[in-house]
Structure formats: C-alpha cells, structure tokens
C-alpha cells in the first residue's frame, strides 16, 4: 500500500510537576515523510501504558530514556508494516518496539527499533504477558528475589501488569504462600479466585501490620516491590533472615518529583542479615529469548493467566497514563490506537 499522507500524534511538550495534566500534551497531524532505504512505516495497533513513562517525562528522564518535548510520548507499542524499504521488515509483518505515541511510526533495521511479534500473540499480549511486563516479571522474581520452594512471596500492585505475573511464577516455582497487596474488593477477589494467590490484602488498611502478620505467620521471604513507600517498611518489618526484596518500581511517589526519605525499617536489612536489590528488566534484554518461550508453555498450559484493560482512542492515551498512575486499572493497561 501507498505511504499515508498524514499522521495523529500526541507530543509530549511539558514536564509535569505532580501528576500529567492534558496540557503537557498536545494533538496534532503532520505529514509522514519519505521512507528512505533502511526504514519501515509501522501502523501502530496498540500501546503500553507503564509507570515508567512518569519518570522518562521528569528532565533528564530515567534508566537513559527521556521523553523530548516536542516529540511523540515515548511508549512502547506493537504494529504491522506497511510500507518497507528495508530487507528487514517485509509489509505484513507484526512487530513491537519504541514506536510512541502515534499512529505510524518509522523504524530503521539498523538502529534495532523493533523485534518481531511471536506468531499468534496479540498485541496486547505482545506488549504484556510476552513482553516488557512478562519479561520483568520473570527475571525480576527468578533472577533477584530466587525463591526457594516452601516459601512466603509478597507481591505489591498485585493486581498490575507484572504483579499478577509475579504472583503466578512464584506459585510455580513452589513458593510456599504467596500474598498480594491491592486496592480495591474487585482486585483482590481477581488475585484469589483465579490467579491462585493465597492471601490478598487491601493495601490502604490501617490495621495493615496486623494483616500482614495473619497472612504472612512464617514472615516474608521475598518482597517484590512496584510501589516503595510505607509498603516497602511494612514489608521490611515482617522479613526473615536472609530475606530478599526485589525493587522492581517506586510508583507511589512518581508523581512527586522530590526524592522522598528513605525507609525507617532499613536496619532489617542489617538484622536479618537480607538483600534489597534495584532490578531493570533492560539489564536481560541479551536473554529475553530464555524466558518467552517457557513464558508461552506456562499460558498456554493455564499456569500463567493475564488480563488486559483497554482504552480505545490514541487522544485518550494521556487519560490512560492517569489511570495507571492512580491504580484505576485491571492487569495490563493498552491504548487501542
């Protein structure tokens, strides 16, 4: 098919001081431009929605990706060819990669942009349970938090992207009991009915401590952490000796552009002579080959279950952000653009 003449973009043009407002964002068509030798036009399908791209909109952006004003917001996103110039990309194919928020973007074979999509994965997936969030989830857990069969797992954003991943690979590494925290009755209800969690808890509790004590008797092995703050101290009180907490995210405070205090419960670590550790999932990126296809094996055998919350409309994208920000989502966040 023929180069479209135009495409509608969403440009990130302001850094936010708290939470992103529609005024850091701006909506406009411009023309594509020519496909030079090398390049591929990729008509974007679907976008992630994840906490890192608070941090890539702060100056100076995060894990060396900033968002440019002036520019489509940084997302992830997966897309089918339709124009190619480029040995590497052939019109048809489905891939994934940096493609931002637009409805066409161009790729370059040599620059790596983009991998393809496993045959039979749909975008969602591709950028869910087979992607990014699968991806943390597995190394993020099996890698940094090992657990060892028979132990305690505590999951926070159980409910989220990774954290239902999390909570699921634990069971099938053999933890002993695996707990969540999430915030509302309809989550929680999700994480024991059919994700197989034996506890989930209503993180905004006050009497959280105490809870934590009931569903967690034998103390916490591994704490995989999406959201830092008070949790992360209540997770430090209740570790066991050579216990491990995986930093996985710190989303409670990304809408605060401020460094907030440290924990008060760090001398755990010192106590129960325990490992924090800050994970990345790009550190993997040479071995995300390793965990897709065991990835597949478990979803396919109902091992591993995902969910995805939809918001349809590329305009609505800075809404989505919004949404995930404030947890007002069920497992994996997409815009259908």
């Known amino acids: 098919m023929p180069s479209p003449a135009t495409n509608l973009r969403v440009l990130f043009v302001r850094h936010p001081e708290a939470e992103p407002t529609d005024d850091c964002f701006s909506v406009e068509s411009a023309p594509v431009g020519e496909i030079t030798d090398g390049e591929a036009l990729v008509r974007v399908s679907h976008l992630s929605v994840d906490p890192a791209q608070r941090i890539w909109m702060n100056p100076g952006g995060a894990y060396e990706v900033s968002a440019r004003p002036g520019a489509p917001m940084l997302s ?8 190619s110039r ?35 994965v749909s975008g969602p997936a591709a950028l869910g349970v087979f992607g990014m969030n699968g991806q943390t989830a597995y190394w993020g857990l099996l890698d940094v938090g090992r657990p ?7 999951v926070s954003a159980a409910a989220g992207a990774t954290g239902s991943l999390v909570g699921q690979l634990a069971r099938i ?25 034996d506890a989930a808890l209503d993180y905004r509790a006050v009497d959280l401590t105490e809870r934590l004590a009931q569903a967690c ?25 050579r216990g491990r907490i995986v930093l996985c995210g710190a989303v409670s405070a990304y809408n605060d552009n401020a460094w907030g205090a440290g924990p008060a419960q760090y001398r755990q670590l ?20 390793e965990a897709l296809p065991r990835l597949r094996a478990w979803e396919a055998a109902g091992r591993l279950r995902h969910r995805e919350d939809v918001v349809d ?18 497992g994996k966040l997409v815009v259908a653009v």
Not at 76 to 83: I, R, T
Not at 173 to 197: H, Q
Not at 270 to 280: C, L, P, S, V, W
Request: charged share 20%.
């Open 313 to 330: 409309g590329l305009e609505n994208a800075p809404q989505a952000l919004r949404r995930l920000l404030n947890g007002d989502h069920f």
């Open 86 to 120: 480029c040995a590497a990309y052939a019109v048809g194919d489905h891939v994934s990669g940096m493609l931002g928020w637009q409805q066409y973007a161009v790729i370059d074979a040599a620059a790596r942009r983009a991998a393809p999509v496993p045959s039979g």
């Open 270 to 289: 010192i106590r129960k002579r325990a490992r924090m550790e800050g994970f990345i999932v790009m550190d993997y990126a040479h071995r995300y080959a």
């Open 173 to 197: 590494a053999g933890a002993g009991r695996v707990v969540g925290l999430a915030g509302s009755a309809e989550k929680r209800a999700w994480l024991l009915d059919e994700l197989g969690f």
């Open 217 to 241: 008797p034998n103390g916490i092995d591994v704490y995989f952490d999406n959201v830092g703050g008070p949790l992360l101290d209540s997770a430090l009180a209740r570790l066991n000796v």
């Open 148 to 154: 060892v069969p028979g132990e305690t797992v505590l």
């Open 76 to 83: 992830l996103g997966v897309g089918e060819a339709v124009f």
